[in-house]
């Protein structure tokens, strides 16, 4: 089909599979009607201008499994000033689409045979056993048009839409001149509308769209925490339900024979799952210090671990107060020490000066498991838990900001 337009002298051609009633020229946004002898009259002209459009009048893309080219663009306005661009696609079965675009958002919506009674703005519909919230109701107008439509314009007239959403889906209902027709909407990514009309530009997208998806389920998510959880506690129960806490080494040593010599202990078998060495050491320091090198030797495999402590201990009265530091006393860990079969050995030592302090005294100890790690990875499940929580509320409540049925109003 060729129509010409007599206010620009254009002629726009285009292949469509239905009567055309309307015709609005692309370039200048003459609108025709069609008459009773099949001609097309100047009717009027949309005075408001219009930015360029995502798509034009011809454009075909794959969506759906089939190729749709696009036979009309409607752009939308409802009080005060808030627009949208419809795009009416048309496929070789004669079957419909409709793209609707707003602030970069992409919506994809089919018309729906089932219909609602929503004259009384219940706040719920129902469809497929699932509940769609009211998100508004409004009054629309037509501001402007491109290309070809099966129907006749409405000029100064109001389109009664109101919506339902379930994101990522939506039920739209729109009533004209006592006629309600819904439209099953979806949110669509636009990488697949650049995708499916072979575009390099796309509008850029701000804010949140009314029925844009989440990146995460918080329901999906709390359940994949949960069920983490539970095998992570009961994992950590079976690996360490027989082990108890062993004491492998438990001796005072005396300087006398030992100062800077190494001792040998007894070997000894750890058996289960890994656990943190205690080693404990204490000596009677007094404004001196003394060291204890540790070496746990693996007798299976020859890995050794080495550890070394000071111990330290000064005291004295400056200025008119007394004043103190360190310890006779010190403690310290070889973590993460597996099961096999292993022995020590040990080196004391003190100040060569320090003739008063005789012995040391160490005890080391194979700890039953600590749970530490368990709770800190569940502290840490719940933490990105309430800050994706947090950031979901946030997103919600910018989306219902423009909604006169909001949950989220301060």
């Given at each position: 089909m060729k129509i010409p337009c007599y206010e620009c002298n254009t002629e726009t051609e285009l292949e469509v599979g239905f009567k055309v009633i309307n015709f609005v020229c692309p370039i200048c946004h003459t609108l025709y009607l069609c008459d009773k002898e099949g001609s097309f009259r100047r009717k009027s002209q949309f005075k408001e201008t219009i930015e360029n459009q995502s798509l034009a009048i011809g454009d075909v893309g794959f969506l759906k499994g089939s190729e749709y080219k696009v036979t009309g663009i409607l752009i939308k306005k409802v009080h005060p000033d808030y627009r949208w661009t419809e795009f009416i696609l048309q496929n070789d079965k004669n079957e419909f689409l409709y793209l609707s675009l707003s602030q970069g958002h992409w919506m994809?919506?089919?018309?729906?045979?089932?219909?609602?009674?929503?004259?009384?703005?219940?706040?719920?519909?129902?469809?497929?056993?699932?509940?769609?919230?009211?998100?508004?109701?409004?009054?629309?107008?037509?501001?402007?048009?491109?290309?070809?439509?099966?129907?006749e314009l409405p000029q100064k007239t109001i389109i009664t839409v109101v919506?339902?959403?379930?994101?990522?889906?939506?039920?739209?209902?729109?009533?004209?001149?006592?006629?309600?027709?819904?439209?099953?909407?979806?949110?669509i990514k636009r990488s697949v509308i650049r995708k499916a009309f072979k575009k390099t530009f796309m509008p850029h997208q701000f804010g949140v769209n009314v029925i844009q998806p989440e990146g995460i389920n918080l329901r999906d998510l709390a359940v994949i925490f949960c069920f983490t959880a539970l095998l992570i506690i009961a994992t950590n129960w079976y690996i360490y339900k027989d082990q108890f806490e062993q004491n492998v080494f438990s001796k005072t040593i005396r300087f006398s024979e030992f100062d800077n010599k190494e001792i040998t202990s007894d070997p000894?078998?750890?058996?289960?799952?890994?656990?943190?060495?205690?080693?404990?050491?204490?000596?009677?320091?007094?404004?001196?210090?003394?060291n204890l090198n540790v070496a746990l030797i693996n007798e299976d495999t020859s890995d050794e671990i080495y550890a070394s402590k000071d111990i330290e201990f000064y005291h004295g009265y400056e200025d008119g107060e007394s004043w103190r530091?360190?310890?006779?006393?010190?403690?310290?860990?070889?973590?993460?020490?597996?099961?096999?079969?292993?022995?020590?050995?040990?080196?004391?030592?003190k100040a060569p000066e320090d003739t008063s302090n005789n012995e040391m005294r160490i005890n080391v100890v194979w700890n039953e498991p600590s749970s530490r790690n368990v709770w800190l990875v569940i502290i840490g499940m719940i933490a990105i838990y309430?800050?994706?929580?947090?950031f979901s509320y946030k997103f919600e409540k910018e989306r219902w900001a423009d909604s006169s049925y909001s949950r989220y109003n301060d």
């Open positions: 994809l919506l089919t018309e729906m045979e089932e219909t609602f009674n929503v004259k009384s703005h219940p706040l719920t519909v129902e469809h497929n056993d699932l509940e769609y919230n009211i998100y508004d109701y409004s009054n629309t107008v037509i501001v402007n048009a491109e290309g070809f439509f099966d129907f919506e339902y959403i379930r994101p990522p889906y939506m039920i739209s209902i729109e009533s004209m001149n006592k006629v309600n027709t819904a439209f099953y909407g979806e949110y000894f078998v750890l058996k289960g799952g890994s656990a943190p060495m205690t080693i404990k050491v204490s000596t009677d320091v007094n404004n001196s210090w003394a530091e360190g310890s006779e006393s010190e403690e310290f860990n070889i973590c993460g020490v597996k099961e096999g079969k292993y022995h020590l050995l040990l080196t004391p030592m309430l800050i994706i929580r947090y």
